[in-house]
């Protein structure tokens, strides 16, 4: 039963986490929160925190954290509806038990709405002149009217009354229209489309769920999706499957793309088994729901920083589904849509002739950051691609793979073997680092504040990137926190449930809960910054000068040399600036 947001917000509101958990646990108020044993498991001296203003719960000693909602459904062993209903009950709040024929009629009726809206924008956008811009816009990109038409593209005009007052005409109830997804959550006659072009969002039977709407003019995220609905999660969606699935079934291979308007540019270039997630957030849900149309793929995300490490993380995620995967290499660092706009169809499809299997890149990428000329090197190396290595199916692969790495890196397959195997047992236990807080190196400690108090990420990221982090959980984060960034999603509790690693999960919780990061986190993470980006610099530094004693011995062009040589200037000086604010 799908149970309305107003509704879960109300018995929230209505709820006390402190007298919820003291129905299963005794606790005290002491040092601005409430303490007392874990109703998890078994201890003598209590671990578990509740914060009675934000709604959230942590154990320091088994690490489960969340909202009242997941402590419910923890305690109780129920599913999300269940809890919900479970603590309705109890706030005395009225969830109506609709029949299951009431559910799919509300069902059916969100279809009938998206599918009706999908109708009316796309007349705006071929028909009016209010949809000139968008068209222009579309035909600038090389964007044909059959795409147009087979998309069933669409615009959404600058009046923010004409959609409500539209819908309302229709016959549909202003409580429905707020539920819907097409309005904002602030106020449900303010519609969250306005002036943009949309991409509607079908599921695999090919019926709108959902929509993406790309702005046109003014300020606003570039890019915005629907919000859950009964008929859309996003986890479980990828734009384009209803389309490219039964030549996926053909073919046996799919492309991964970032975006909206590069599987169409792809689907224009003739290549129609292309997809991609909603944002660069690729999930394990999406990879499964892959595996049951294709054994192969190509990643082709976007060359930046974000784009690249989403496709490092893509193609783990695939290959614990089964399913083998190699990078596409676009010359020029473009993206699909770049090369259709302006080199045209066929040149893009000649562009994804040009692949590396996905081994290769991750190891191409980790040599990239990490010296093999050095013991450290060569560890720091073999811990980038084993998160890939461990989550192959086949222990021939496996092997295969690290028969080829051995001689990348001049090691004994053996040694290799070894490390690899004890990362592997770690992992799987409770790395010694995460039980001890002392041995968080700085940049997780940096990522595991910025989760725990997101309204600092916009300022952190300006100063750092995911690969100026070494601890691979912090880069992880890093993706995960630019992810919601862009989304405009800067929410812990969010964030926590998007991080696959639960140890990890539970260090968020321990930094929001400790106290750790004191009265004014900011500073504390300021400061930490500054550690992490000395270290970064003075890694790039080591870089520079080993290339410079390079370029001496084996000599390089004048552009070259001056280059680093620009670049050494720019460390030098920027790690003085550092050096000084720290004195």
Known sequence: ????????????????????????????????????????????????????????????????????FQFVMDMENLNFAEAVRFLGQRAGVEIREDSDRGQETRVGALFDLYAGVTRSFHYLLTETMAGAKARDYLHTRGVSDEIISSFQLGYAPKDPDWLHDFLIKKGYSPDFLAESGLFSRNDSRYPLFRNRLIIPIASNQGRVIAFGGRLLEGEGPK????????????????????????VMRGSGRFFLCEGYMDVMALAQAGIAESIAPLGTSFTQDQANLLKRYADKGVVLFDNDDAGQNAASKAVILCAKSGIETSIARVSGGKDPADILEKEGGQALQKSLQYTINSFDYLVEKAMSRFSSGTPEGKHRILSEIAPFLEAQDSAVKRDGYLTRLSDMLEVNVTALTADLSQQTTS??????????????????????????????????????????????????????????????????????????????????????????????????????????RYGALVRRQKEVIRALERAERNGVSHEELKSLLTEKMYLTEELQKLRVRQA
Not at 4 to 21: G, R, Y
Not at 22 to 48: A, I
Not at 55 to 63: A, S
Request: with cysteine.
């Open 1 to 68: 039963m799908a149970i309305p947001q107003a509704v879960i917000s109300e018995i929230s509101d209505k709820t006390s986490m402190v007298e919820l958990v003291s129905l299963y646990t005794t606790l005290k108020f002491s040092g601005g929160q409430y303490s007392g044993l874990c109703p998890f498991h078994s201890e003598k001296t209590p671990s578990f925190s509740v914060n009675e203003e934000k709604k959230l719960f942590y154990c320091f000693g088994c690490h489960k954290g969340g909202n009242l």
């Open 223 to 246: 890019y915005l999706n629907s919000p859950e609905t009964p008929i859309f999660k996003k986890s479980r969606t990828l734009f384009g499957l209803n389309k490219a699935a039964k």
């Open 427 to 532: 992992s799987r236990e409770v790395p010694q680092e995460q039980k001890d807080p002392e041995r968080v190196g700085s940049d997780l400690f940096l990522m595991l504040g910025v989760a725990a108090y997101p309204e600092h990420f916009s300022y952190i990221r300006q100063y750092v990137n995911a690969d100026d982090l070494i601890d691979q959980r912090a880069r992880q984060l890093f993706i995960i926190l630019e992810d919601a960034f862009r989304r405009d999603e800067l929410d812990m509790n969010a964030i926590a449930q998007n991080v696959d690693n639960e140890e990890v999960r539970g260090l968020i919780f321990d930094k929001a809960f400790s106290g750790e990061l004191g009265s004014d986190p900011k500073s504390v993470l300021q400061d930490t910054l500054r550690s992490v």
